[in-house]
């Protein structure tokens, strides 16, 4: 029975520790769903699987581009459903496992995402509009253009408002109208890790003095002396920023530090409104309880159903013949 396995949650919740487990007690292969995990020479800051842990498992579409390389959520869409077959193919369970919201919805809900290819002259001229002017203004003008839009991004975004202005540039049309929803043509678990939101600040906050201590400061070192601008989208990630402007004297450690720590804690609630604990989809289970148990038993009983329906499926066809 073919189906899918998704691990959703916050950043620093034990996504990709579950997603190891699971796949190990089922069958399963991991497909990463993490937005910057596909980046080459970045390891520490995106918390990224180790070899260790990569040897237990198969993991896909981890290291997949180089830093500077462009990358679209249709891509990585096309990409990973391809590796979802593969899987099927061996009869083994895929996993995907991650904190992007796009990535994750664009699988499971099947987005038809419009095949617009970027234009590098728009890009620049909305990126130096920004610094001119600031995202706000950018952020206001898709929210004229497209309110629904506008509405499922965050202002602070650069990345996607462009990406939203660029598509309606090149189209006419209002991306919103362009991203229809198919669905999948097999069954999906949804399981979602959460904490209570201070001992969530904690395990990021932990995290963050823990690549610290892993050589996070080298690696964004090594990027910058490869030639890799902070202008790039991969380093204007979650702590790779940070990171860049203290080693260009613009703050110390500390301060670079705790800003990451503080960022990290905004991340997290705009992850909350892409996977909400009100979705009746997501199956939510609190770290600080022994969740394991419960979710093997979980993902156990739904696995055993999709083979039963199968099964009666299969039946029913024979009784009609």
Not at 196 to 206: F, G, M
Not at 273 to 284: P, Q, T, V
Request: charged residues 20%; contains cysteine; positive net charge.
């Amino acid at each position: 029975m073919k189906c899918l396995i998704a691990v959703v949650g916050p950043t620093a919740v034990g996504k990709s520790a579950l997603g190891i487990s699971i796949a190990q007690k089922f069958k399963g292969e991991i497909v990463n769903a993490d937005s910057r995990q596909i980046y080459k020479y970045m390891d520490i800051g995106t918390a990224k699987p180790g070899r260790v842990e990569r040897g237990t498992v198969p993991h896909h579409l981890l290291d997949i581009i180089e830093p500077d390389q462009s990358y679209s959520l249709s891509l990585y869409q096309k990409s990973a459903m391809e590796v979802i077959a593969s899987v099927h193919k061996q009869d083994k369970l895929p996993v995907i496992v991650g904190g992007s919201g796009q990535y994750v919805w664009a699988v499971i809900e099947g987005w038809q995402i419009p095949r617009v290819e970027p234009d590098p002259d728009f890009r620049r001229l909305m990126y130096s509009k920004a610094q001119n002017s600031g995202t706000g203004q950018l952020y206001d003008e898709l929210a004229s253009l497209d309110p629904l839009s506008a509405s499922k991004i965050s202002p602070n975004n650069l990345r996607r408002i462009v990406r939203a202005l660029e598509i309606y540039h090149k189209t006419g049309l209002k991306p919103s109208l362009l991203q229809a929803k198919n669905g999948l043509p097999f069954p999906v678990l949804i399981i979602g890790l959460t904490a209570e939101r201070n001992r969530l600040y904690s395990l990021i906050n932990q995290r963050t003095d823990n690549m610290i201590e892993q050589g996070f400061i080298q690696e964004v070192k090594e990027l910058l002396s490869m030639g890799y601008s902070v202008d790039l989208p991969s380093l204007s990630s979650l702590g790779y920023r940070q990171m860049a402007t203290y080693l260009n004297g613009g703050a110390d450690l500390a301060e670079a530090v705790q800003t990451i720590k503080y960022e990290t804690h905004r991340f997290v609630r705009g992850q909350y409104a892409w996977f909400r604990l009100n979705d009746s989809r997501i199956k939510w289970f609190d770290t600080a309880d022994e969740v394991n148990e419960k979710i093997n038993y979980t993902i156990d009983s739904f696995l055993k159903l999709q083979t039963h329906l199968a099964g009666y499926r299969v039946s029913d066809l024979k009784l009609g013949e």
